[in-house]
C-alpha cells in the first residue's frame, strides 16, 4: 500500500486536486493555429508553384479564413492569460528556449501577413465593394505584384505555426503525455490535413477538391502513422509515461480519442475521400467536417489529458 | 554559491508551522500556499512506515520553469534561487505546467508565485522563515558549494533522495531519510 495526502497547506486553486491551469482556449487556439498553418501553407505554396488560377479556392476564397483563424485565436490566448495587461512583454525579449516565445513572434509576423493576403485579392474577392481611398488601390496593386514574395515567406511561417503548437506541448518534461517528439510533427500534420478538409469544403472546381482529397488522404495516412508511433513510444516507456498512454488506451479519454479523433476523425473520413476520388458519389462536406471536428477534438483531448498526467502525487 | 535546503524526515512531526510562517512572512493570499506538508504511508500492517516532508519550489539547476519562460519573468540568481519578476509575467501558465512538483500558483493578482527560499531575508544574513520557525530543527539551509557547510555535511554523511529526480530538473531541496 502507497497513500500520499496533504496534510496542511495544498489546496491552490486550479492546480490541486487536477492541474486545470489551461482550458479550453488553449484547445481552440492550438485548433485554429494549426489550421490557419494548413491554409497559409497551402496558399503560399500553390502560388509558388504558379497554379494560382487554378486553384482559386486555395488562394483566394479559403485564404480569407486564416487571419480570421489567427485572430479569433490570438483573442483566445489573450482571454487565457491572467496578467493580460503585461502581454507586450512577450515583445520585449526572445527567448530561445520557450517554443511560447517562439510562437509569439511567429504569429507577430504571419498574421499580418494573412490579412496582407487576402488585402491582396481584395478586387478579386469583393468585386462589388470598391474601395473608397485610391492609396488603398494603389496599396493592393503593390501587394498583388508582389504576392509571390509572401508565398515564399508564408511557407517557413506556416510550417513553424503548425509545428510550434505540438513543441508548445511537448516542450513540458513534467507531463508525461505531452512529453514526446512526435506531438510537434502531429499537430502540425494535423494543421495541414484540417487546412486541406477547409478546402475541400470550399472548393468549387471538381479537379481542386479532388486534387485535395489526395493531399488529405496522404495526409490522415501520416497522422494515423504518427499516433501509433505516439502510442508505441509510451507504451515502451516510463512508469509514468505508461500511466500516461493509458488516459488515451483503456482509460477516461478512449472514447474522445478513439472513438472521435481516431475513427470518426481520421479512418472514417479517410475512407469516404478515397471511395469518392475512385468514382462513387459522396458529398464531401461529410468528410471535411469530419476531420475538422477530428482535428477539434485532438487537441482538447491532448491538452485536457496531459494536464493530468504528472510524476508526483 | 548555490543555495540548498536540507530536511529530515526523521525528525518533522508535520506541524505545518513551516507553511504558517511562510504565508505571514510572504502574505500569501488566503487559500494559497508556497510550501505545504505531506504524509506518506506506504506497506502494510505491522510493517508500515510514515514519512512527513516540507516540500515546495525545488529551486532546480535545471529549471524547466525558466526555460519554458516566454517573457523572462522566471530567471535563476547566480546563488541558485528561481524567482519570478511580477511584472514581467503575463500569467500564460507556462511554467505552472513545466513544473514537476507542482509549486508555482497564479496569485489572485494575476502574475505566478511561488518559494523565494525568502530571498529578502538572506539578502538581510536570516534564515528562511520555514527554517527559522521550525519546533523540532529538522530544517537546514546553506551553500552547496561550500564543503564546510552544515548542508553538505549533513548530505555527506546522511542518506537522502530528491523528489522525482527522473524529471531531470535537478532539484535542490534535499530530504533525509
Known amino acids: 500500500m502507497q497513500e500520499e495526502l496533504f496534510t496542511s497547506g495544498r489546496n491552490l486553486p486550479h492546480i490541486d486536486p487536477s492541474l486545470e491551469i489551461w482550458h479550453w482556449p488553449i484547445s481552440v487556439y492550438l485548433f485554429l493555429g494549426g489550421l490557419a498553418a494548413g491554409l497559409l501553407f497551402f496558399a503560399g505554396l500553390i502560388t509558388v508553384l504558379g497554379k494560382d488560377k487554378e486553384y482559386p479556392t486555395t488562394v483566394k476564397f479559403a485564404a480569407i479564413v486564416s487571419p480570421i483563424a489567427l485572430t479569433l485565436g490570438l483573442l483566445a490566448l489573450f482571454y487565457d492569460l491572467t ?9 520585449t525579449t526572445i527567448r530561445i528556449e520557450s517554443p511560447m516565445s517562439w510562437g509569439a513572434w511567429v504569429l507577430l509576423i504571419i498574421t499580418p501577413i494573412s490579412f496582407l493576403w487576402v488585402m491582396s485579392y481584395y478586387s478579386e474577392l469583393f468585386p462589388k465593394w470598391k474601395l473608397k481611398f485610391e492609396f488603398l488601390n494603389t496599396f493592393e496593386k503593390i501587394l498583388t505584384k508582389n504576392r509571390i514574395y509572401m508565398a515564399y515567406v508564408l511557407i517557413p511561417l506556416s510550417v513553424i505555426l503548425g509545428i510550434y503548437t505540438g513543441i508548445l506541448l511537448s516542450a513540458f518534461n513534467a507531463r508525461p503525455l505531452w512529453n514526446n517528439a512526435i506531438l510537434g510533427p502531429l499537430f502540425l500534420v494535423s494543421g495541414l490535413s484540417t ?35 505516439m502510442l508505441m513510444g509510451m507504451a515502451a516507456g516510463s512508469e509514468v509515461q505508461l500511466e500516461a498512454m493509458q488516459l488515451l488506451v483503456g482509460g477516461e479519454f478512449t472514447v474522445m480519442f478513439f472513438g472521435f479523433v481516431i475513427i470518426l476523425g481520421l479512418i472514417v473520413p479517410a475512407t469516404l475521400e478515397l471511395t469518392e476520388i475512385v468514382g462513387y458519389k459522396i458529398p464531401v462536406a461529410i468528410p471535411a467536417i469530419l476531420i475538422l471536428i477530428g482535428g477539434l477534438v485532438l487537441r482538447f483531448v491532448m491538452v485536457e489529458a496531459g494536464q493530468i498526467t504528472r510524476y508526483l502525487y | 554559491m548555490r543555495y540548498a535546503m536540507v530536511i529530515d524526515t526523521l525528525k518533522c512531526v508535520g506541524c505545518s508551522d513551516c507553511v504558517v510562517a511562510c504565508q505571514t512572512e510572504n502574505d500569501v493570499p488566503i487559500g494559497y500556499c508556497r510550501d505545504w506538508i505531506t504524509e506518506t504511508v506506504s506497506g502494510a500492517y505491522p510493517t508500515i512506515e510514515l514519512e512527513l516532508k516540507s516540500e515546495r519550489c525545488n529551486h532546480c539547476d535545471n529549471a524547466p520553469c525558466v526555460r519554458c519562460c516566454p517573457t523572462g519573468a522566471s530567471h535563476q540568481l547566480d546563488n541558485g534561487i528561481v524567482l519570478v519578476t511580477g511584472d514581467e509575467c503575463i500569467g500564460c501558465g507556462a511554467c505552472i505546467e513545466s513544473c514537476p512538483y507542482d509549486a508555482r500558483f497564479q496569485h489572485p493578482d494575476g502574475y505566478v508565485d511561488k518559494c523565494t527560499f525568502c530571498h529578502h531575508r538572506l539578502e538581510k544574513g536570516q534564515l528562511p522563515a520555514c527554517v527559522s520557525v521550525c519546533p523540532t530543527k529538522c530544517m537546514y539551509f546553506g551553500d552547496l558549494d561550500n564543503p564546510n557547510s552544515e548542508v553538505s555535511r549533513l548530505l555527506k554523511n546522511r542518506k537522502h533522495k530528491t523528489l522525482a529526480p527522473e524529471a531531470g530538473t535537478k532539484p535542490k531541496v534535499y530530504y533525509l531519510i
Open chain 1, 195 to 229: 487546412g486541406a478538409a477547409l478546402i475541400i469544403l470550399l472548393a468549387k472546381s471538381k479537379k481542386e477538391r479532388h486534387l485535395f482529397s489526395k493531399i488529405d488522404l496522404a495526409l490522415v495516412v501520416i497522422e494515423l502513422g504518427l499516433i501509433v508511433h
Open chain 1, 83 to 91: 496578467h493580460k495587461l503585461y502581454f507586450w512583454r512577450l515583445y
